[in-house]
């Protein structure tokens, strides 16, 4: 039985439901049902999961605990970056996946065994992400995935595990929800079209405060480090920003992405704390950092992003991009000033130390204090230099 040992990527699903009945029935295999929790999981949830996996015919099941890990391996450099797909999304899901993956992989490494399943489907992001890592980490491990082997539908996984005794509630609710520590993915009906946004029941947060309220938010060196003067983790802190921002409604959309296998996808989201961080932290930059550095930081930060998004992660080119990134956060350090309102929300203005708009040297549109006049006139002369001799040989404007 040893030889049949295999570990599976659990949420507690139907698909890795179904895994865990078929995997054990079918082909005997000894099925450790693992699950990540990267932001998403309650006590209770949890429980109900090692219930449910056990009773489908488990061996075993554990939670490994990976919130802090997440942030720190990728919420941190997403932070860094201003990483939004598209100008929109902050990568809520596609983050977590590669936390969880390589989280899989460890844990059947440690424990020997042989196999190691997931149970996405062959049409999305998550096979690949879930593969590429497994690949790259434990080689020697087999990958098992019926449910993209098998081509199934939602329907046939219920009538499997309901002829084996398990008729379950499994109708699919409305609204595919995934929450993490970096925001919540929301799926359904309205997002397989082009033209229909989502309703305001399909968001798990609804509007309860309805009255302004001003925030700031301190950065240490990039991180988040105190929400309105209180001093926590920056995990805590992402945590309370959310619970107070949620209640405005603020941080919905919805993102129209490129997949990896080639094919354009809708997903809404709901990420207050995200988008209130990465707009306050950006804010905070446009004060501290050079004009070229925040030119620099756009590229490899979309690039930071996009690889991230495409499995990528183990890269090494991405170690290379957090050195940068992080080696860009040296001055990012002072207050952020936010008004909530409902359903959205304004960034105020900064406090840093390391404020470049240095009143001794002029104020803009006002007065020139560290230049004269004939300076000034003689920099712009220099400047036209090469546009005036390309008019000139080219006659641009004959």
Not at 127 to 155: C, G, N, Y
Not at 190 to 200: A, F, I, V
Request: charge should be negative; proline fraction near 2%; hydrophobic fraction near 35%.
């Amino acid at each position: 039985m040893s030889d049949k040992k295999l570990v599976l990527a659990y949420s507690g699903g139907l698909d890795t439901s179904y895994c865990v009945k078929y995997l054990t029935k079918e082909f005997g295999y000894e099925v450790h049902a693992v699950s990540v929790n990267t932001g998403g999981f309650t006590d209770e949830e949890i429980a109900a999961n090692k219930q449910k996996a056990l009773t489908l015919g488990a061996k075993s099941y554990e939670n490994i605990n990976a919130v802090q890990s997440f942030y720190d391996s990728v919420v941190k450099y997403l932070i860094y970056g201003n990483v939004l797909k598209n100008n929109t999304y902050p990568l809520s899901v596609s983050a977590e996946r590669i936390v969880q993956a390589i989280e899989i992989a460890n844990y059947a490494k440690k424990t020997g065994v042989k196999y190691i399943a997931h149970g996405s489907t062959g049409a999305g992001n998550d096979q690949i992400r879930f593969d590429l890592i497994f690949q790259v980490l434990a080689p020697e491990i087999e990958i098992v995935t019926p449910i993209r082997d098998k081509k199934l539908s939602r329907q046939e996984e219920i009538e499997y595990l309901t002829q084996n005794g398990f008729a379950w509630s499994w109708e699919k609710a409305k609204y595919s929800i995934n929450k993490g520590l970096w925001g919540t993915s929301v799926g359904g009906a309205e997002t397989l079209t082009s033209h229909q946004g989502l309703p305001e029941e399909a968001y798990p947060s609804q509007l309860t405060a309805t009255e302004s309220k001003k925030i700031s938010l301190t950065f240490d060196h990039g991180q988040l480090v105190e929400l309105d003067g209180q001093k926590n983790t920056p995990v805590r802190n992402i945590e309370k920003l959310q619970a107070i921002a949620a209640a405005y409604a603020i941080g919905r959309d919805i993102h129209v992405g490129d997949t990896i296998i080639g094919i354009k996808g809708r997903v809404g989201f709901e990420a207050a704390a995200p988008l209130i961080i990465i707009k306050a932290h950006h804010l905070l930059e446009k004060h501290t950092l050079t004009k070229w550095q925040q030119h620099w930081k756009e590229q490899l930060g979309n690039w930071y992003g996009m690889l991230l998004h495409e499995g990528q992660y183990l890269d090494e080119v991405m170690r290379n991009i957090e050195v940068f990134l992080e080696s860009t956060q040296k001055n990012v350090t002072g207050e952020v000033f936010v008004t909530l309102h409902p359903y959205r929300f304004t960034l105020e203005g900064i406090d840093s130390p390391h404020d470049l708009m240095q009143s001794d040297f002029g104020q803009y549109g006002e007065t020139n204090k560290a230049w004269s006049a004939e300076e000034a006139k003689g920099f712009i002369k220099i400047t036209a230099n090469a546009n005036k001799i390309f008019n000139l040989k080219n006659h641009v404007n004959d």
